[in-house]
């Protein structure tokens, strides 16, 4: 059973910075894939952004592509989503999660991913 941990989510402007972070406890991380999912008020849970169980391999939305980076410290256990130029259609609760996988590219769908965080609120005013 892994356990995740989101924070770093919070109210910014278009534009502006965040740093999202995941912590897991109870396994390492370091043999799962890893992804961050987005769900906004009344939309489906969609995908963001996910990388391999070395790190090696990354994979984005095309929605966020240039502006979001997905990283992880394996030896911290920890998983980060930088967002940068935000937009108002960002706001949504973000969620990390875990998938037993070796690759980033086409571990895109939630029902790949066993393990969920409880989601961390990011809102973007413009």
């Known amino acids: 059973q892994v356990q995740l941990v989101e924070s770093g989510g919070g109210l910014v402007q278009a534009g502006d910075s965040l740093r999202l972070s995941c912590a897991a406890s109870r396994r390492t991380l370091s043999r799962y894939s890893m992804g961050w999912f987005r769900q906004a008020p009344g939309k489906e849970r969609e995908f963001v952004a996910a990388i391999s169980w070395s790190g090696g391999g990354t994979y984005y939305a095309d929605s966020v592509k240039g502006r979001f980076t997905i990283s992880r410290d394996n030896a911290k256990n920890t998983v980060s989503l930088q967002m940068n130029s935000l937009k108002p259609d960002d706001t949504a609760v973000y969620y990390c999660?875990?998938?037993?996988?070796?690759?980033?590219?086409?571990?895109?769908?939630?029902?790949?991913?066993?393990?969920w965080g409880q989601g961390t609120q990011v809102s973007v005013s413009s």
């Open positions: 999660a875990a998938a037993l996988a070796d690759q980033a590219e086409g571990v895109i769908l939630p029902r790949q991913y066993a393990y």
